[in-house]
């Protein structure tokens, strides 16, 4: 696997964009004491619906819930070479850190779909803290360079700032 393909980390510098009035971790703490959970680690589908008069809340725990999934899938993925999968559950994440746990930016969601754009991607995703970061892609080795670069020039001038560009290796 780690032949065919290559993780592309483009860093942005960009601060903290909002604050919430109570952190996401603080949701999750909250979440899972709601439930009666010693952790989120031990909640399921339904207990997202447990939470529907709190939807913030519930979308947090849906997050933790899919994520998880997610991260079991991702283990498959790998050891089945499924480079597509494992592009596919990167781009689900986004959406997930995006929608449900609420902590991507404009400037993060704009990097991120620069390099969907991009031939040989297969997925991306913000990583770091939230609200502003990182974009890991995962894409082709042939195509890695050029969706890079491609991708930063695309943020740069929809953004006005310039990325800093890590390829592995």
Not at 111 to 133: C, I, K, M, N, S
Request: proline share 5%.
């Amino acid at each position: 696997m780690h032949d065919i393909i290559n993780a592309i980390l483009l860093g942005i510098v960009a601060g903290f964009t909002e604050f919430l009035p109570v952190s996401s971790t603080a949701h999750l703490l909250v979440s899972a004491r709601l439930l009666g959970l010693p952790a989120l680690l031990d909640a399921a589908p339904a207990d997202v619906e447990r939470l529907a008069r709190r939807p913030v809340l519930a979308r947090r725990v849906r997050h933790v819930i899919t994520e998880n999934e997610r991260v079991r899938e991702m283990v498959a993925a790998l050891r089945a070479d499924d480079v597509a999968r494992c592009g596919a559950l990167l781009d689900e994440s986004h959406a997930s850190l995006r929608d449900d746990f609420a902590v991507s930016t404009t400037e993060v969601d704009v990097l991120r779909d620069a390099f969907r754009e991009q031939p040989g991607v297969y997925g991306a995703r913000l990583v770091g803290g939230g609200f502003g970061g990182s974009v890991l892609a995962l894409a082709s080795p042939t195509t890695a360079r050029l969706a890079a670069d491609t991708a930063a020039k695309t943020y740069a001038a929809l953004t006005g700032r310039t990325p800093r560009v890590v390829l592995p290796g």
